[in-house]
């Protein structure tokens, strides 16, 4: 078995998840490499979600009874957690969503029904880049139609970079808002956030940051970021589906206004008009994700508890030693940086010209689960001439066994194709 120095104990870990003891095609254990697309979750969060549900179950915010109070209690306990997990200066700044997509769809929208000097519109300029996930490109090309905003993107390089080589070009007095992902979903490339934000500070431009693949793996402090907005999800940081969060500066919640309508979200409301109630609960309209939050604060005790420091260390020798795997097969090429610097824990290749979608079906009968497509960033794919490719993406319950069983699979579907 192979020994690398700087990981976690990783079979106690493997303990909590439950889904990691399945058998799949004849009896073969799981190598579960998808965690970019969506972590598994510990019994801690299983527990969780269970206790809300068995004794705590009603809704929040609106009952004097015991168990509303209690899920009220729970509930806003969830927020307190996030906000000291991101060291937000207030609980004030978290905004519970049902996902990163639609916090970064909320800012999009907040933006565009702003008055001055927030408001987008046909003098203005958007930028984002080319390594997007779909739910950051997406949200601006339709604040564009709307509004007549021009979109600016930046390109990517050769080696999975940024392409920063015209940043005042593409970053001007024209622009409103720059929305960029701090670890890309398909590339793992951790982008230069000091140099990004920096600029746009420069010209008076709002920052709004994908941290959909940084905040499972890292440490992740909005006040050391500098960013405006902190859009990121649960699922993938082992919590539920169905919650994530949008974080933004305080001041800014309070002078932007509500995307949705609602209940709870108000402070009085006649036939003729409506005021509505502060931040965060005027971004929270409805009932909530109640549940989905409750598994969220879990979630964080959880990896608060092993620590994301060690959790990025333990992803950066496993990713190095991936990449190091990986490269030693035939005819792999990986899209994106070939080392562990600045870089996630996700790596997405090619097989020669072997299909990814074949690649994946031939790693799956070996009960190896990655991800194969787009990854909800086909712009990449455009930019390096492929169709797709196959990724693997490794979390803190991946093991250097893991690693050898795909690079091993690797070969495997390499002499199945011929």
């Not at 600029?199 to 970021?225: K, T």
């Not at 932007?256 to 009085?268: A, V």
């Not at 074949?358 to 787009?374: P, W």
């Amino acid at each position: 078995m192979t020994q690398l120095p700087g990981l976690l104990d990783t079979e106690a870990i493997r303990k909590d998840f439950p889904l990691l003891d399945r058998v799949v095609h004849d009896g073969k254990k799981i190598v579960y490499l998808d965690s970019a697309a969506t972590s598994q979750k510990p019994r801690q969060v299983l527990d969780a979600l269970n206790e809300y549900y068995e004794r705590h179950n009603a809704n929040v915010h609106r009952g004097v009874y015991t168990i509303a109070e209690e899920a009220t209690a729970l509930y806003e306990g969830a927020r307190d957690k996030v906000a000291a997990f991101i060291n937000a200066p207030s609980r004030n700044e978290v905004i519970f969503t049902k996902n990163a997509s639609e916090s970064l769809n909320l800012v999009a929208n907040m933006l565009g029904w702003a008055d001055e000097p927030y408001r987008v519109d046909h003098e203005t300029e958007i930028v984002i880049t080319e390594m997007e996930h779909h739910s950051n490109i997406v949200p601006w090309q339709l604040l564009s139609q709307r509004t007549g905003a021009k979109l600016k993107w930046f390109g990517i390089t050769d080696e999975g970079r940024l392409d920063l080589s015209n940043i005042d070009e593409i970053i001007t007095e024209k622009t409103k808002i720059v929305s960029f992902v701090l670890v890309s979903n398909i590339l793992g490339t951790q982008n230069p956030v000091e140099k990004i934000i920096r600029r746009a500070q420069e010209v008076g431009a709002l920052v709004c940051v994908d941290a959909s693949q940084a905040a499972p793996h890292q440490v992740l402090d909005v006040q050391a970021l500098q960013a405006d907005f902190v859009a990121f999800t649960g699922h993938k940081m082992v919590g539920p589906t169905g919650i994530g969060v949008l974080w933004g500066r305080q001041e800014l919640l309070e002078d932007l206004p509500p995307f949705l309508g609602g209940g709870e979200m108000i402070e009085t409301v006649s036939m003729h008009s409506s005021t509505y109630a502060p931040a965060p609960h005027k971004f929270e309209a409805g009932t909530p994700p109640i549940a989905q939050a409750v598994g969220l604060g879990a979630a964080v005790d959880y990896l608060s508890a092993i620590g994301m420091d060690r959790i990025a260390a333990h992803e950066h020798v496993l990713t190095e030693y991936a990449v190091k795997r990986l490269l030693e097969v035939p005819g792999l090429r990986i899209i994106g940086p070939e080392t562990a610097e600045d870089r996630g824990a996700t790596i997405s290749f090619t097989l020669g010209d072997i299909h990814p979608h074949d690649v994946g079906q031939v790693l799956d009968e070996q009960g190896i689960a990655v991800r194969v497509g787009h990854h909800c960033a086909r712009p990449v794919c455009l930019r390096y001439g492929i169709p797709a490719t196959t990724r693997a993406s490794f979390y803190l319950y991946s093991t250097p066994a893991e690693v050898d069983a795909l690079a091993e699979g690797l070969e495997h579907v390499r002499n199945f194709f011929g």
